[in-house]
């Protein structure tokens, strides 16, 4: 399966939000036909703010006027960053230009939404499947839950109980390659989306608010990085996400950036002719560290290994599928560098692009070009 044919329409993702409308509206169906809109509002407030609203709960709102409604909404909306820390996301977000293949494939969209992919993990299937032989059934259906004896079919579930498989039965319900289909993988550029990626999450890492590796976020946004969330088809909006993981941009360097190996052990083992090219040299590695402005095919784009939340496998394998054949199609050859701007969990900061395929380079010592 092509990238191509994995990003959904235009059309399929504003059915996907009617229907998210439509689902918050039907639970305000009951109240009076003028407070409808202001309820519906404070039903989208509590679900990007992750707080569930019951029914009981709801239906004590129906009798508020406007303005008390507006108050417990407001009471809803918790800051999520440190003043200082929204200033610098806003700044970043003000700083921040894509390259051109980014523009390309999003449009004036900040959001792609697309199918997830399989990754072939399929090792619970294979236990279930060895289950059902030894009696003597077959799988009918995985994603369903349902084994046959070729005239017949039967509940997986039941069989596993009945058998004593409860931690087999268990991984069986929670294996979410059974619900691929009720999935979604959205890739963004949304400065919001990305400075969120450990912020009012299921999950923290050293990306939260609270933690010292946060002051990265604001590099993340303005240098070009990219997020990717999986999410259930009821929650287009990222309001309750599964997973995320992100797709970080390496800027290309010049051929005179090589020059810089030199700097290894100080300035002073510089021969002449380096010194004649030092100022050139020196915009060259400013670019390296700091990032330049990028050509249209000046970045390299690669998928994180280490994702955070459920499903991780599902996530990375789209994601990579998607940063290979789309963000890094027709890449010029080159050595490529992750600005020390940006975090990284587990990818070097170097990277070559030879004869169609990417390289890793071990990590070049910054300290002397800063």
Not at 101 to 128: M, N
Not at 270 to 277: A, D
Not at 307 to 330: E, K, M, P
């Amino acid at each position: 399966m092509t990238a191509a044919s994995i990003i959904l329409s235009q059309q399929a993702v504003a059915e996907m939000q009617q229907n998210y409308l439509a689902r918050m509206a039907a639970r305000v169906s009951a109240a009076p036909a003028d407070r409808r809109q202001d309820l519906l509002e404070y039903l989208l407030t509590a679900d990007r703010a992750r707080v569930k609203v019951s029914n009981t709960s709801l239906k004590q709102l129906f009798d508020l006027d406007a303005a008390s409604l507006a108050v417990a909404a407001a009471a809803l909306q918790r800051p999520l960053f440190h003043p200082d820390q929204r200033t610098a996301i806003d700044t970043a977000a003000r700083q921040r230009k894509d390259v051109a293949v980014v523009t390309a494939i999003f449009g004036d969209a900040s959001r792609l939404y697309l199918r997830p992919l399989d990754d072939g993990s399929r090792a619970i299937e294979e236990r279930v499947t060895a289950f059902l032989a030894t009696r003597h059934l077959a799988l009918a259906d995985y994603n369903e839950g349902q084994a046959t004896d070729g005239k017949q079919t039967f509940k997986i579930g039941k069989l596993l109980i009945e058998a004593g498989e409860e931690k087999l039965d268990a991984d069986f319900q929670a294996d979410e390659r059974r619900r691929l289909g009720r999935l979604m993988v959205v890739i963004s550029r949304d400065p919001e989306d990305i400075a969120r990626a450990s912020t009012g999450r299921a999950w923290q890492s050293c990306l939260s608010p609270h933690k010292k590796e946060f002051m990265f976020i604001p590099g993340e946004v303005a240098f070009g990085t990219l997020v990717g969330y999986l999410v259930s088809e009821n929650d287009p909006e990222i309001n309750n996400p599964l997973a995320r993981i992100f797709i970080r941009p390496y800027r290309k360097v010049e051929p005179e950036i090589e020059a810089y190996k030199a700097w290894d052990t100080g300035y002073n083992r510089l021969r002449q002719p380096l010194k004649s090219k030092f100022e050139k040299i020196k915009t060259e590695v400013k670019w390296a560290l700091h990032g330049r402005p990028p050509g249209e095919n000046d970045i390299l784009y690669m998928t994180e290994q280490k994702a955070y939340g459920l499903s991780r496998g599902i996530l990375r394998h789209t994601a990579d599928v998607f940063t290979r054949q789309y963000l890094n199609a027709g890449l010029s050859e080159g050595d490529y560098h992750l600005p020390w701007q940006v975090y990284t969990d587990t990818l070097n900061r170097d990277a070559r692009v030879r004869d169609g395929r990417v390289e890793i380079l071990p990590d070049r010592n910054p300290l002397p070009y800063l």
